[in-house]
């Protein structure tokens, strides 16, 4: 069996039979293979071409300080050189040792292949733009970018992907042979083939700089080099060049970048990344992932739906805080950025700020049928917290369009609808196993009836009759056991005793909760003596555990305010009741 054959068997068990490897052995074939290349270094080449002969008129090896390399020969440059027949073999034998480098990397033996992939580079870095060498040189430097990824020492691989970034723009001009021709050219092989392969293995490297850059936290470079990967992919896709190419992957790694732009409130740009996500999906010929991945999409544009809404009412307020035009505030972007090279639909929902409840309640219905679609997927039966989480949004949504309404029957309706929902949720959740989620959505349940109480308070003139008085009486306490309960999930599991000191992440939503509580308390027309002293006690809890806890006071510094108020005046109100009696 010839050299060739041989590599390519090797390279096959390397990195395509290694991906169905057993779990207890998850390094058999990567071993196997290594062994396999170890063995190639002992092989005879085959009777070189004439071909490869004459690319190695254009290299020399030198030996620097022990150490031989290769360099690029000047024109006409005559130098004492090894036979071609010896060059050749040195170049193979690199080539083997980055398989075998990889390896070592990929078994958990970092360390061991850093080394040899660093002598490898040491070897042809003078020479990495040469037609036989830019290849090999551009994979190597991938993982040595990879391996100092994976140590967190994210600066050095930004600094290993500059060296990558220079070889490739050193070598647009080159015509770059693929790996496994430095052991044989094959003439055969279209020019655009070598090309497209090494295409390939510099959109490696600007995925792996997108991620760098996301877990250096630098947001916008990352985004950069996300787009710019997903552009070069969707190069080889309209090229027929599609081997490398998943169209799920794309699609996914698309609909993420729009929450970037999101985040930017440069919702054109977002709408037109999920519209090519969704555009993608239509190449995806069978995928298990498929029905998953289609849910998570349609999240994407819930989440799309309700930012805008959000951004449009924050737009609006500012507006009118400052007498202006909503234009003066920020205008809407409606161009996006970029545009991938996709032929999209019309847009199914605008990009634009609201400005009416007419606007705003064509993105409520639209996120509302992306809602009710990824709960088909996300059953509650199966997917709890994806499917309390599509609740959430359903109570935001609303909580979003209520701003845009100006008839208070609708907003109450609006609100009654939120609490139906919540309220159904907190019965069929699981304290026991969704402990956070209940309490969030117990917080919520909460805060919803304290505005729905507002409104009904701002609704009716006479607060006096039976009929509202029990309403108004149901929805204290109401949002008082919800609070409650709330509260009791803070309790020591094991005594059920409060605890002296809360965790800073619920300080916030633990005094919150006590503030509602007096407010609730303080609004009721019923046995008002009583309530009005349930209500100081409640201020008084805040005021007695900031004063025990004084870190907690930047959690509910204007709350704090307001409590010691009211533990000074409800006193002199308590006092004028009782001699009212």
């Known amino acids: 069996m010839k050299l060739l054959e041989r590599y390519l068997l090797a390279v096959d068990k390397c990195y395509v039979q290694s991906l169905n490897d057993p779990e207890a052995e998850p390094y058999k074939s990567k071993y196997e293979a290594r062994k396999l290349f170890e063995e190639l270094h002992a092989e005879n080449i085959d009777e070189e071409s004439d071909e490869i002969k004459k690319e190695f008129d254009t290299l020399d090896l030198i030996d620097e300080n022990n150490k031989i390399k290769f360099i690029i020969k000047k024109p006409d440059e005559y130098l004492y050189e090894p036979s071609a027949t010896k060059k050749h073999r040195y170049l193979v034998d690199l080539l083997l040792d980055y398989h075998i480098g990889t390896i070592y990397s990929d078994t958990e033996e970092k360390g061991e292949g850093e080394s040899r992939l660093q002598s490898i580079l040491m070897s042809i870095e003078p020479a990495l733009n040469h037609s036989l060498i ?35 723009n050193q070598s647009l001009s080159t015509e770059p042979y693929l790996l496994r021709e430095l052991i044989e050219i094959d003439s055969a092989i279209p020019t655009i083939d070598r090309r497209d392969e090494f295409e390939q293995i510099y959109t490696y490297t600007s995925f792996f700089l997108a991620q760098i850059y996301a877990k250096l936290d630098d947001k916008d470079q990352s985004a950069n080099y996300c787009r710019l990967t997903l552009e070069r992919q969707l190069d080889m896709f309209h090229s027929d060049n599609r081997k490398h190419f998943d169209p799920l992957d794309w699609a996914t790694n698309c609909a993420t970048l729009s929450q970037y732009y999101m985040t930017k409130h440069d919702y054109a740009t977002a709408r037109h990344c999920l519209m090519c996500a969704d555009k993608m999906l239509e190449n995806v010929v069978s995928n298990e992932n498929l029905p998953e991945r289609t849910a998570s999409f349609k999240r994407c544009w819930i989440k799309y739906a309700i930012n805008l809404l959000s951004d449009s009412s924050d737009r609006l307020l500012q507006a009118a805080d400052r007498d202006v035009t909503p234009n003066e505030i920020v205008r809407s972007l409606t161009i996006p950025k970029f545009e991938f090279k996709l032929s999209l639909p019309s847009a199914p929902m605008t990009c634009s700020y609201v400005l009416d409840y007419e606007q705003a ?7 509302m049928e992306k809602i009710n679609s990824a709960k088909s997927y996300y059953v509650l039966d199966g997917f709890v917290t994806d499917h309390v989480e599509l609740c959430q949004d359903t109570s935001q949504l609303y909580s979003k369009l209520v701003f845009f309404e100006s008839n208070i029957d609708r907003k109450c309706k609006m609100y009654k609808r939120r609490i139906d929902l919540l309220s159904s949720l907190c019965k069929e959740i699981s304290e026991e196993h969704y402990l956070y989620l209940v309490r969030q959505l ?7 009836y304290s505005i729905l109480l507002d409104l009904k308070l701002e609704q009716k003139e006479d607060l006096h009759t039976i009929k509202i008085v029990e309403k108004i009486s149901h929805l204290i306490q109401s949002g008082i056991s919800a609070f409650e309960r709330f509260l009791t999930t803070m309790n020591d599991k094991k005594t059920n005793e409060k605890p002296e000191t809360y965790a800073d992440e619920y300080i916030r939503p633990v005094l919150l909760a006590h503030f509602y509580m007096g407010r609730f308390h303080s609004k009721s027309t019923q046995n008002r003596l009583e309530h009005i002293q349930q209500s100081l006690n409640q201020y008084k809890t805040i005021v007695d555990y900031v004063e025990k806890h004084p870190n907690a006071l ?28």
Request: hydrophobic share 40%.
């Open 134 to 168: 830019c290849s090999l040189a551009l994979n190597l430097l991938n993982q040595l970018i990879l391996i100092r990824t994976s140590y967190e020492q994210y600066n050095e691989a930004i600094e290993i992907a500059k060296r990558a970034d220079n070889l490739y």
């Open 361 to 367: 309640r064509q993105v409520f219905l639209f996120a």
């Open 554 to 581: 930047e959690h509910i510094e204007q709350e704090y305010t307001i409590c010691k108020e009211m533990t000074n005046l409800l006193p002199l109100k308590l006092e004028k009741l009782r001699q009212a009696q």
């Open 442 to 448: 117990l917080f919520e349940l909460g805060e919803c």
